[in-house]
């Protein structure tokens, strides 16, 4: 059974950085697609960003130039790299791992295994 810790979440100002970590445990973190999701009060759950096995990264529009996703298969843990914060990016942040999907891409909810979330507030 794979399991996914996310840590790294709190309270911000705009402009700041935050960084997510998201520790897998029970399974080899190579073999995974994994991505980053969010979900703020009253909206749907939207993808953020999404790393393959090889390397290739996908964006949200709204987080292209100011958020880094990268894993470290080493330590078995994802990564997001928050900066440049803006209010907006206020939400709870999920991580989500599967193996690798032909529109991976996409940034659409449809991982296997997904974390419990950690919370990223940003006030103006």
């Known amino acids: 059974q794979v399991h996914l810790v996310e840590s790294g979440g709190g309270s911000e100002q705009a402009g700041g950085s935050v960084r997510l970590s998201c520790a897998v445990s029970?399974?080899?973190?190579?073999?995974?697609?994994l991505s980053w999701f969010r979900q703020a009060p009253g909206k749907e759950l939207e993808g953020v960003a999404a790393i393959h096995t090889d390397g290739n990264t996908s964006y949200a529009d709204s987080v292209k130039g100011r958020f880094t996703i990268s894993r470290d298969n080493a330590k078995n843990t994802l990564y997001l790299q928050m900066n440049s914060l803006k209010p907006d990016d206020t939400a709870m942040y999920y991580c989500a791992a599967d193996s690798c999907f032909p529109s991976w891409w996409l940034l659409i909810s449809v991982y296997q295994y997904w974390g419990q979330g950690t919370q990223v507030t940003v006030s103006s």
């Open positions: 029970g399974d080899d973190l190579s073999t995974y697609c």
